[in-house]
């Protein structure tokens, strides 16, 4: 049987490493040694317990993240760390920070305003968020209980450079697409989160990493599932975790890892997002939306002259084995989410597409 696979630009679920699909396949109905599938033993076992810690192991070694840092692959999307951020860290009448750079900060924002007192110390709303902030204009409250920001916006196709220098106030981002693209400095960090549905593996599990000296917020009234202490104590097994999911990030660490870990998918990164970018500046027939500084290297937005050309664009483009290349919806446009996972092959075939289009339409 002859598999074909098209070039899949999803925003998330996204495409996932072929080798990683490919061991998948062959050990999905018995482990190797185990004799039973990977989805039929229990969360509890020795095999998925060293599943488990294999992965982590890979992502702190991926990651270089310092021991005092908690690991944890938890449910509920990284929609519900906009809710259990504030629930644990919040928790003692302070105000948090909250940078708005996107409809997902957007999003972190209104929710952590259900639980406690939210500032928003520096947004680009007004500028359609086509940007990330300046340093100055991003001003902290002092004694703030920590500082959110969400460091690629997968929507706009922004991506923070430079960190905000945050001194003793914990620092906590959004990670979800851009998390061990390129390097970043973990040390700077309260918790960083993620869905791992972009650049870590399947939907359905989250990545969240929490400080140790954070854990001491997490207040004893707390519900239990909603507490990072309970969960960090329990190392992700307070109750059964996405068994599937763990196993398949894990065979995600370790890609990563043969590619030469950050620092080898990092240059190619940069140089997939390079590629898309020169077509897009080359004549001016596509637009980028964001600007220059801002551009996120995972998500690449523009436009083309007319709405009318961009429904064919995205057409044609499906047509072509090109897929999902439609920007989000409450934006619209065209986005190309090339995570790491993306080959570079397909970002070669779309700029040949995007010259050949423009030819017939410019
Ligand atoms: N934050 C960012 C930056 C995202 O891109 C997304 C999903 N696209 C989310 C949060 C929401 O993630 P989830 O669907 O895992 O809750």
Redesign the pocket.
């Known amino acids: 049987m002859v598999i074909h696979r098209i070039f899949n630009f999803s925003?998330?679920p996204a495409v996932l490493p072929l080798p990683v699909l490919e061991e998948a396949q062959r050990d999905l109905i018995a482990l190797p040694g185990v004799g039973m599938s990977v989805t039929e033993i229990s969360h509890r076992s020795k095999t998925f317990e060293a599943l488990l810690t294999r992965a982590i192991e890979d992502f702190r070694e991926l990651s270089g993240l310092p021991a005092n840092y908690k690991v944890m692959l938890l449910q509920?999307?990284?929609?519900?760390?906009?809710s259990m951020v504030p629930m644990n860290l919040l928790t003692d009448g302070r105000p948090a920070d909250y940078v708005d750079t996107?409809t997902?900060?957007d999003?972190?924002i209104a929710e952590a305003r259900k639980v406690g007192d939210v500032r928003v110390t520096g947004s680009t709303k007004a500028d359609g968020y086509s940007r990330i902030p300046s340093a100055a204009e991003v001003s902290l409250t002092a004694g703030a209980a920590y500082v959110h920001i969400?460091?690629?916006?997968?929507?706009e196709g922004t991506q923070w450079k430079t960190l905000p220098e945050t001194g003793d106030i914990p620092l906590v981002a959004?990670?979800?697409?851009d998390i061990l693209s390129g390097p970043l400095d973990f040390s700077r960090f309260g918790v960083i989160y993620?869905?791992?549905?972009?650049n870590l593996g399947p939907?359905g599990v989250?990545l969240v990493i929490v400080r140790d000296d954070l854990l001491a917020r997490s207040t004893s009234t707390l519900p239990t599932m909603m507490s990072y202490k309970v969960l960090a104590e329990n190392n992700s097994l307070y109750n059964t975790p996405n068994t599937f999911g763990i196993y398949l990030l894990g065979l995600t660490m370790k890609w990563l890892k043969s590619l030469g870990g950050v620092a080898g998918i990092a240059a190619i990164n940069v140089r997939k997002a390079g590629m898309l970018y020169a077509e897009i500046d080359r004549t001016g027939f596509y637009r980028g939306t964001a600007q220059k500084e801002s551009r996120s290297l995972m998500n690449v937005t523009f436009r083309l002259p007319s709405e009318d050309l961009e429904k064919r664009f995205d057409k044609e483009a499906t047509a072509a084995g090109l897929d999902g290349l439609k920007g989000h919806r409450s934006v619209g446009g065209m986005r190309a989410s090339i995570y790491n996972a993306f080959p570079t092959e397909g970002v070669s075939a779309l700029v040949e597409f995007m010259k050949e289009f423009e030819r017939k339409n410019g």
Do not use: P, Y
């Open positions: 925003a998330g509920g999307g990284a929609s519900l760390q906009f996107g997902w900060a999003k972190a969400t460091t690629n916006n997968t929507i959004d990670a979800s697409s993620a869905g791992a549905q972009k939907s989250t």
